[in-house]
């Protein structure tokens, strides 16, 4: 297999790994409105989130990453208050708690979706214009 043909396949695969993740993030969001009442404001960031991702804004990756670190840390503390007796919920919160370490870690760390955040850059993370020239004074 050539190098273009290996960077193309991990191009798709990074695609299908994002656009996977932006999918289940909006999908959780919604079906937690319809649970326990998250509010629209969490919808409206998420599908924004989302899109920013489908749109490679690399930026945007990076936050995602930390955010689902830091909702892993709340999800495990409400996973460890909930009484054992409330096996359902602490299901769910264990699941959503692995969820977001794994799509964490494949953000950060697949070759996949490197590939797709480099490959093909967006506008949106790209540098506009020439790059600085250093000017001199005269004085």
Same mark, same amino acid.
């Given at each position: 297999m050539?190098?273009r043909?290996?960077? %193309? ?10 656009y996977?993740?932006?999918?289940v ?8 409105m ?6 629209i404001?969490s ?10 991702l ?5 930026w ?8 689902? %670190?830091?909702?892993v ?8 208050r909930?009484? %054992?007796?409330d ?5 769910i ?10 799509s %964490?870690?494949?953000?950060a ?8 955040f ?5 506008k ?16």
């Amino acid at each position: 297999m050539s190098e273009r043909d290996e960077s %193309a396949r991990l191009y798709q695969k990074g695609t299908t790994i994002v656009y996977t993740i932006a999918i289940v993030n909006v999908a959780w969001v919604i079906l937690s409105m319809l649970l326990i009442g998250t509010h629209i404001f969490s919808l409206i960031i998420q599908i924004a989130l989302s899109i920013a991702l489908c749109l490679k804004v690399n930026w945007v990756r990076w936050l995602v990453v930390v955010g689902s %670190a830091i909702l892993v840390l709340l999800s495990l503390f409400v996973y460890w208050r909930v009484p %054992a007796s409330d096996t359902v919920f602490r299901i769910i919160q264990f699941a959503y708690s692995a969820y977001l370490f794994a799509s %964490a870690i494949i953000l950060a760390c697949s070759r996949s979706v490197n590939e797709f955040f480099k490959k093909g850059n967006s506008k949106h993370t790209q540098r506009k214009g020439k790059p600085c020239k250093k000017t001199t004074s005269h004085n």
